[in-house]
Every structure is written in C-alpha cells, then in structure tokens.
T-cell receptor, first 115, second 110 residues
C-alpha cells in the first residue's frame, strides 16, 4: 500500500522544547517537501529535498531544521527558535524535482500545538 | 515571487448546483495543481493541469497558461464536495516549489 505517512497526528509541546515530526514515503520518490498551514491560509514551503543528503530552504525556513539521510524519510525539527510554531504541518513528495512532470502528493499532516 | 489569487473566497451551494472556481497567477508556470482539502486536513489531488482541459467524473478543469488562469468546474455538487479547494503553481523561476493560493471554501447544503 503505497503512500506518505506522517506521525504523530497530534503533537503538544511546551515552549522552549524542540520537537521532531516524522514523514515517510514508500513511493520511491526522489523529492520531498515540508509545508506549514495556518488557519484560513494556504500552504507555505518550509524546506525541500531533491535528493538524499541534500536539501534547500523554502520561504519560511527560520526556526526549522531537516535531514535527508534516507530516500524514504524526511524528518522536520521545530526548534525553540521558531516564534510561532502552532500550525498544521504537511509533508509531500514527488517523483523527481525539476522534471517536466512533477506532481506532488501529500501526507495526512501533523497538528502541532505549543502550550 | 509569483502571486496566486483564488476566487471566490467562500461559496455556499445547494446540493445539485454547479459552480466555477477561479485561479489567477501573475507569471509563467511550469505546472499547476488543484487540491481538495477535506475537513480532516488531508489534501486530495484533483488535477495536475499545466495547460488544457481535463475531466474526472463531476469535476473538470481548464488552464489557459498564456492568459494566466485556471478554472475548476464542479457539477451536480454533493455534500461530500464541501471543504477548501486550493490551486498551487510551480513558477518557472523556482523549479519544484509550489506556491499556493489562499483557497476557496465551499459548503454544500441539503
């Protein structure tokens, strides 16, 4: 059963703590992405990775970090430096960044709340 | 960067009605996708349509890249069509990055 999984579904964090959100895909996609969605808004790109061991900042990377050690996995760490981390986080993947055909598919998301 | 505007921002329909959602973008794009976000937050791919017309059941979409807009048509709407519809574009200036509009919130009533 191919797809993108994210865990946990809900996450609560105290101020000052770092948390890591998991994203795994078994679609054999090269490219993976992290987006943030605030209430009533569209999605904004945090980080993306076109290939293993390489990633680039998106539009709102400050206060976040990522790693891409395996093709299947692209975890996102929300650090204490992120001033307003409460949001809905969505992970996506596509077959290969930069190709003519590059449809992105999304996971179910993680809702992060900072208490 | 590229600007993506969707209209209308909100739409209320009775079941069975038809609707047209619009997406305008400010520059040339490589790709364009339409998504439906369900009440649980899941983004469902509707169309991958950088140009031309596609149909899938009661839904169809048309993108006129030279005039920088795309339309999503929903016919014979059902309550399960409720949710938020997003248009997202891949600007030619930033390969592989999707820029999202702010969405159209659709509510279909009985």
């Amino acid at each position: 059963d191919g797809g993108i999984t994210q865990s946990p579904k809900y996450l609560f964090r105290k101020e000052g703590q770092n948390v890591t959100l998991s994203c795994e895909q078994n679609l054999n996609h090269d490219a993976m992405y992290w987006y943030r969605q605030d209430p009533g808004q569209g999605l904004r790109l945090i980080y993306y990775s076109q290939i293993v061991n390489d990633f680039q900042k998106g539009d709102i990377a400050e206060g976040y970090s990522v790693s891409r050690e395996k093709k299947e996995s692209f975890p996102l760490t929300v650090t204490s430096a992120q001033k307003n981390p409460t949001a809905f986080y969505l992970c996506a993947s596509s077959i290969e960044s930069g190709r003519v055909y590059n449809e992105q598919f999304f996971g179910p998301g993680t809702r992060l709340t900072v208490l | 960067g590229i600007q993506v505007e969707q209209s209308p921002p909100d739409l209320i329909l009775q079941e069975g009605a038809n609707s047209t959602l619009r997406c305008n973008f400010s520059d040339s794009v490589n790709n364009l996708q339409w998504f439906h976000q369900n009440p649980w937050g899941q983004l469902i791919n509707l169309f991958y349509i950088p140009s031309g017309t596609k149909q899938n059941g009661r839904l169809s979409a048309t993108t006129v890249a030279t005039e920088r807009y795309s339309l999503l048509y929903i016919s014979s709407s059902q309550t399960t069509d409720s949710g938020v519809y997003f248009c997202a574009v891949e600007w030619t200036g930033t390969a592989s990055k999707l820029t999202f509009g702010t969405g159209t919130r659709l509510q279909v009533t009985l």
